[in-house]
């Protein structure tokens, strides 16, 4: 253990020489120590320990959070001239371990890196989903989940029995949305033994929790956190939903002409074709349901 520790320490300070050495100009921030930068400074409340950090530094703050480099930008007249003047040099995303995992290498819309691939991905999805032609095409079926809602609300009424609206109208969206995207409704228990909500918790967690591996890669492969171990896990559980939509889609009756077209089937009218701007396979089918 200690051969290890020298080991990551000489490189820690082989690697900070070179960043010294060809660092260009940065926003004034705190030094940090050797390995973990300022990593220690963040607390369980992240957002308090920066606007901290911000009141002595400044609206504009560098921090070294591990080997990672980091702009922290905490005025509005600051953030102004990153989002708006400046946003087409800050549109990027970094790349995290969970990009590989729970967007299938950074192929969807919330971690793709800005570029061709992001800008075609937000065309077809704004073209063949949110378009005011394609939202006038499932008018019916809007209709159909309505009646029945307002059905359940009737009939619970006229038993004198109490109905959570919240909980029905989220339903109502949920199911409208599986139509729209899917073709079809699914039941909680289709995607996993656990539940649509607790899966879809789990994902939001992981994506959101920091990795000590994104910082310091070298340990990143050790998986102290046991993060990665719960990212296959749900990797594996969404890979065989969608693979079990997608290949419901293919194997439909081509026949029915008047069948009106989800989103999966838009995607799949791409598969394979040489149209270069909606070039998509498989995984980038995956990665764009998992975000709608």
């Known amino acids: 253990m200690i051969w290890i520790a020298l080991f990551l320490v000489s ?14 100009k940065l926003p004034p921030g705190p030094k940090g120590l050797p390995i973990l930068g300022s990593l220690h400074k963040l607390g369980p409340n992240p957002h308090r320990d920066l606007h901290k950090l911000a009141q002595k530094y400044g609206p504009v703050m560098h921090l070294r959070l591990g080997f990672v480099p980091t702009i922290v930008v905490s005025s509005p007249k600051s953030a102004e001239l990153f989002l708006k003047t400046h946003d087409l040099v ?19 819309l919330g971690f793709a890196e800005y570029g061709s691939y ?19 095409s499932f008018r019916r079926m809007r209709e159909e989940e309505l ?10 009424a006229n038993d004198g029995a109490a109905v959570d609206l919240s909980v029905k109208v989220a339903t ?9 995207i899917l073709g079809k409704k699914y039941m909680d228990q289709d995607l996993d033994e656990k539940g649509f909500k607790a899966v ?19 340990i990143g492969k ?17 890979d065989e939903f969608f693979d079990k939509i997608i290949d419901e889609h293919i194997q439909s009756d081509k026949g029915e002409v008047n069948k009106g077209k989800d989103f999966v089937d838009a995607m799949l009218d791409f598969v394979g074709t040489e149209e ?9 089918i995956k990665a764009i349901l998992l975000v709608k």
């Open 172 to 180: 109502l969206i949920a199911d409208m949305s599986c139509r729209m």
């Open 147 to 156: 009646d029945l809602l307002i059905k359940l609300v009737r009939e619970a």
């Open 118 to 136: 992001w800008r075609n991905m937000r065309k077809m999805c704004t073209l063949e989903l949110l378009s005011q032609s394609k939202i006038n």
């Open 90 to 108: 800050f549109a990027s995303r970094p790349r995290f371990v969970a990009d590989q995992y729970i967007s299938w290498g950074q192929r969807n």
């Open 222 to 238: 050790l998986d102290l956190q046991g993060l990665i171990r719960r990212m296959k896990t749900l990797r594996r559980i969404f």
């Open 11 to 24: 490189l820690a300070f082989l690697r900070l020489w070179r960043s010294n050495k060809n660092a260009k």
């Open 276 to 284: 270069s701007e909606y070039r998509i396979e498989r995984p980038n």
């Open 200 to 218: 879809m918790q789990e994902v939001l967690h992981l994506a959101a929790a920091p990795n000590i591996g994104d910082y310091i890669p070298y």
